[in-house]
């Protein structure tokens, strides 16, 4: 029987997936989806398909990949969607289908405990250091005595924006390898060996190409292997890739070294050398660099992306930042010279070593010249990094796509044979551009030659939804833009009881925001405002989906709530957009990208910005209505989006829903979701 065949059966209405799990039922698209993954399975093709919000994705390409009988890699966006798969999607389809495979879940250093770390931390030495947060060290000390995997996701009560998980998770640059006391206990290797042995592996972007030329993982050597390659959530491929292809350096990563050599030198070689001087010197090099360049302690800094076209990067003093520069470098010599001749004395000082040349050699390539075919800039935010990117990934995803690894010599020639008797690749997403041929994702990513696939979302937007153009706001120029619709945001909620989400294009506007309806719906009011940043992001969400008989919730969040956030139900009726989402235009690489395109004869407007835009807008709608009962109002807080002549572009890229036209009957559609059933259209 043919793996079309077999997946016909599985979704049939008396099929095993009708007789499992509870909440499927057949769908059509769902099934034009599972039928073109085995298709794509069967010919080892590349496969595009943009299936919009309700078609079950996940399911049209876990069945054909679990049926194929191949080794299937399927990458996410997110360690929260990872969870989800490995967790409840892959269990649940493996009973439902009766299959015997073995699925494991590899994530990046990052997600996992790092034991070695964490006696570091806990010796005093280094412990001194954490003051407020010696509480949550503590809990990680009591959790890792119990825990098998060592994934701190296990932790969700743990903020994850707490700096004491720098110090006890390792990375690319600290690990010891082989050589660490922990390594038979190590969390990591456990699960890479976990992995290698599985028939169904979920990963991460970042963990796929961070890992593939340097082989830190078992994604590199999974990746021959595996006859069928899923990237879910495939939307951000580009920008990932774009970072992975790329180099960086951060004052983190020097401030991390400078307490290492401390903690280190003072454990393995003490009297050997002045680690407390060396710490100290790679300490005032980190703030040396912000400073220079206007950083955290410049008071007048705004945090943000900065352009390095020249020699300094723009608005940057070019002697200061020279010295800066040649300090920082001088630190790092310092460093290595303390070293020399005491790495033979233990595998940490060994490891020392190589992370100060590396982190010397990256810094010596910023300090020289930039390639035409690359951008620069600097990153103002918690830390101060100096990042370069090549402007165009394209060339380097369609070798991969061809069975060619990201760098010469990444592969033996076992894996380059098997590589290139081919691989099914699988790219997917609810939004992956505004055209048929998809050219906003297909481009970026090398893949103009996959065979491409569009299904609509099957939600009834006619009358699940409608959307509605403020016309008393000012302008998204106007600076009081982001005050006014605060006010009217507050006015909106307290007719609706709360039930809103809005999602802002700035911090800057999230910070007006939220400080309006923090002052208009105060402690108390039966409204509780939640704002992200001023809490863990999974307890606002928890937070938010509470049930209906708590306080009603409004939550304004920016980048981070664009996706990837689920809302069923009543507990979100109301979506506010406060502009259309382009692309900053100051941003280093935005204007990078349009100046390539100008040479290239293309317009970067046309080309470039209106398709992000109308990309970001689909995703970002894509929160209100999240299943066949749920019922809202899309509120885009910018009126170019009707008196504009894009604006028709980007109206076709949301669904089709009826517009109101009017404050009146903007606000009946909310007095509707308080005083009827939500199975009635929203429109009145």
Same mark, same amino acid.
């Given at each position: 029987?043919?793996?079309?065949?077999?997946?016909?059966?599985?979704?049939?209405?008396?099929?095993?997936?009708?007789?499992?799990?509870?909440?499927?039922? %057949?769908?059509?698209?769902?099934?034009?989806?599972?039928?073109?993954?085995?298709?794509?399975?069967?010919?080892?093709?590349?496969?595009?398909?943009?299936?919009?919000?309700?078609?079950?994705?996940?399911?049209?390409?876990?069945? %054909?990949?679990?049926?194929?009988?191949?080794?299937?890699?399927?990458?996410?966006?997110?360690?929260?969607?990872?969870?989800?798969?490995?967790?409840?999607?892959?269990?649940?389809?493996?009973?439902?289908?009766?299959?015997?495979?073995?699925?494991?879940?590899?994530?990046?250093?990052?997600?996992?405990?790092?034991?070695?770390?964490?006696?570091?931390?806990?010796?005093?030495?280094?412990?001194?250091?954490?003051?407020?947060?010696?509480?949550?060290?503590?809990?990680?000390?009591?959790?890792?005595?119990?825990?098998?995997?060592?994934?701190?996701?296990?932790?969700?009560?743990?903020?994850?924006?707490?700096?004491?998980?720098?110090?006890?998770?390792?990375?690319?640059?600290?690990?010891?390898?082989?050589?660490?006391?922990?390594?038979?206990?190590?969390?990591?290797?456990?699960?890479?060996?976990?992995?290698?042995?599985?028939?169904?592996?979920?990963?991460?972007?970042?963990?796929?190409?961070?890992?593939?030329?340097?082989?830190?993982?078992?994604?590199?050597?999974?990746?021959?292997? !595996?006859?069928?390659?899923?990237?879910?959530?495939?939307?951000?491929?580009?920008?990932?890739?774009?970072?992975?292809?790329?180099?960086?350096?951060?004052?983190?990563?020097?401030?991390?070294?400078?307490?290492?050599?401390?903690?280190?030198?003072?454990?393995?070689?003490?009297?050997?050398?002045?680690?407390?001087?060396?710490?100290?010197?790679?300490?005032?090099?980190?703030?040396?660099?912000?400073?220079?360049?206007?950083?955290?302690?410049?008071?007048?800094?705004? %945090?943000?992306?900065?352009?390095?076209?020249?020699?300094?990067?723009?608005?940057?003093?070019?002697?200061?930042?020279?010295?800066?520069?040649?300090?920082?470098?001088?630190?790092?010599?310092?460093?290595?010279?303390?070293?020399?001749?005491?790495?033979?004395?233990?595998?940490?000082?060994?490891?020392?070593?190589?992370?100060?040349?590396?982190?010397?050699?990256?810094?010596?390539?910023?300090?020289?010249?930039?390639?035409?075919?690359?951008?620069?800039?600097?990153?103002?935010?918690?830390?101060?990094?100096?990042?370069?990117?090549?402007?165009?990934?394209?060339?380097?995803?369609?070798?991969?796509?061809?069975?060619?690894?990201?760098?010469?010599?990444?592969?033996?020639?076992?894996?380059?044979?098997?590589?290139?008797?081919?691989?099914?690749?699988?790219?997917?997403?609810?939004?992956?551009?505004?055209?048929?041929?998809?050219?906003?994702?297909?481009?970026?990513?090398?893949?103009?030659?996959?065979?491409?696939?569009?299904?609509?979302?099957?939600?009834?937007?006619?009358?699940?939804?409608?959307?509605?153009?403020?016309?008393?706001?000012?302008?998204?120029?106007?600076?009081?833009?982001?005050?006014?619709?605060?006010?009217?945001?507050?006015?909106?909620?307290?007719?609706?009881?709360?039930?809103?989400?809005?999602?802002?294009?700035?911090?800057?506007?999230?910070?007006?925001?939220?400080?309006?309806?923090?002052?208009?719906?105060?402690?108390?009011?039966?409204?509780?405002?939640?704002?992200?940043?001023?809490?863990?992001?999974?307890?606002?969400?928890?937070?938010?989906?509470?049930?209906?008989?708590?306080?009603?919730?409004?939550?304004?969040?920016?980048?981070?709530?664009?996706?990837?956030?689920?809302?069923?139900?009543?507990?979100?009726?109301?979506?506010?957009?406060?502009?259309?989402?382009?692309?900053?235009?100051?941003?280093?690489?935005?204007?990078?990208?349009?100046?390539?395109?100008?040479?290239?004869?293309?317009?970067?407007?046309?080309?470039?910005?209106?398709?992000?835009?109308?990309?970001?807008?689909?995703?970002?709608?894509?929160?209100?209505?999240?299943?066949?009962?749920?019922?809202?109002?899309?509120?885009?807080?910018?009126?170019?989006?009707?008196?504009?002549?894009?604006?028709?572009?980007?109206?076709? !890229?949301?669904? !089709?829903?009826?517009?109101?036209?009017?404050?009146?009957?903007?606000? !009946?559609?909310?007095?509707?979701?308080?005083?009827?059933?939500?199975?009635?259209?929203?429109?009145?």
């Amino acid at each position: 029987m043919s793996l079309s065949d077999l997946v016909a059966q599985a979704f049939a209405p008396d099929g095993p997936l009708a007789r499992g799990p509870a909440h499927f039922y %057949p769908r059509s698209g769902q099934a034009a989806m599972a039928q073109a993954v085995a298709q794509a399975i069967h010919s080892r093709e590349r496969l595009v398909v943009e299936a919009g919000t309700g078609i079950g994705k996940t399911f049209a390409y876990l069945v %054909p990949a679990l049926l194929s009988g191949e080794r299937v890699l399927v990458s996410t966006a997110t360690r929260v969607l990872q969870d989800q798969l490995h967790g409840r999607d892959l269990p649940l389809l493996l009973r439902a289908l009766a299959l015997p495979l073995r699925s494991a879940l590899l994530k990046g250093r990052a997600s996992y405990l790092c034991r070695h770390r964490l006696e570091l931390a806990l010796q005093g030495d280094g412990a001194h250091q954490y003051g407020a947060q010696l509480a949550d060290l503590a809990r990680i000390e009591r959790w890792a005595l119990a825990t098998r995997t060592g994934d701190l996701a296990e932790l969700p009560e743990l903020d994850e924006r707490s700096p004491v998980l720098a110090w006890v998770t390792s990375t690319r640059d600290n690990c010891l390898g082989q050589d660490c006391p922990r390594f038979r206990e190590c969390h990591v290797y456990q699960a890479r060996r976990q992995a290698m042995s599985a028939d169904v592996v979920v990963i991460n972007h970042h963990l796929f190409f961070a890992d593939l030329a340097v082989r830190a993982s078992g994604v590199a050597e999974l990746l021959p292997s !595996a006859g069928v390659v899923i990237f879910d959530e495939a939307h951000q491929l580009a920008e990932v890739a774009t970072e992975f292809f790329g180099m960086r350096l951060g004052t983190g990563q020097l401030l991390e070294l400078a307490q290492d050599m401390l903690v280190i030198g003072l454990r393995c070689a003490r009297g050997l050398a002045d680690w407390q001087g060396v710490q100290q010197r790679l300490r005032l090099a980190a703030r040396g660099l912000r400073l220079a360049s206007g950083g955290q302690d410049d008071p007048a800094a705004i %945090p943000g992306r900065m352009r390095w076209a020249g020699a300094t990067p723009d608005g940057v003093d070019a002697g200061r930042w020279a010295a800066a520069l040649q300090a920082a470098v001088d630190a790092l010599r310092e460093a290595l010279a303390a070293l020399d001749g005491v790495t033979v004395l233990a595998p940490d000082l060994a490891h020392l070593h190589e992370r100060t040349v590396a982190l010397l050699a990256t810094l010596l390539h910023f300090s020289a010249p930039w390639q035409a075919d690359c951008v620069r800039w600097l990153d103002r935010a918690s830390q101060l990094r100096l990042n370069e990117s090549p402007l165009d990934v394209a060339p380097a995803l369609h070798a991969l796509w061809h069975g060619q690894p990201a760098e010469p010599g990444a592969w033996d020639e076992e894996e380059l044979v098997a590589a290139r008797q081919g691989r099914a690749w699988v790219f997917t997403s609810a939004t992956l551009g505004d055209d048929p041929g998809l050219r906003w994702f297909t481009q970026a990513c090398g893949l103009e030659e996959a065979r491409i696939l569009r299904l609509d979302s099957p939600f009834d937007y006619a009358c699940q939804a409608a959307l509605h153009v403020p016309q008393q706001l000012p302008p998204p120029t106007d600076p009081s833009h982001s005050e006014q619709l605060g006010h009217w945001v507050a006015d909106a909620v307290q007719r609706l009881g709360g039930r809103t989400l809005v999602l802002t294009t700035s911090l800057r506007a999230l910070e007006v925001i939220a400080s309006t309806l923090q002052q208009r719906l105060p402690p108390g009011c039966g409204i509780e405002v939640l704002v992200q940043g001023q809490a863990p992001k999974r307890r606002i969400m928890e937070r938010f989906r509470a049930p209906a008989g708590e306080a009603g919730h409004v939550l304004v969040g920016s980048a981070s709530f664009w996706e990837g956030f689920d809302v069923p139900g009543d507990a979100l009726q109301l979506l506010v957009i406060d502009k259309l989402p382009f692309p900053p235009p100051g941003d280093p690489l935005v204007r990078a990208q349009g100046q390539r395109l100008h040479q290239l004869g293309r317009s970067a407007f046309r080309d470039y910005a209106l398709p992000a835009a109308a990309v970001a807008l689909k995703q970002g709608a894509g929160r209100l209505i999240r299943s066949e009962s749920d019922r809202g109002v899309l509120v885009v807080a910018d009126q170019r989006l009707l008196r504009m002549g894009y604006g028709k572009r980007l109206l076709r !890229a949301l669904p !089709a829903m009826p517009m109101l036209e009017s404050q009146e009957e903007f606000e !009946a559609a909310l007095d509707a979701f308080t005083r009827i059933s939500t199975t009635d259209c929203p429109v009145p």
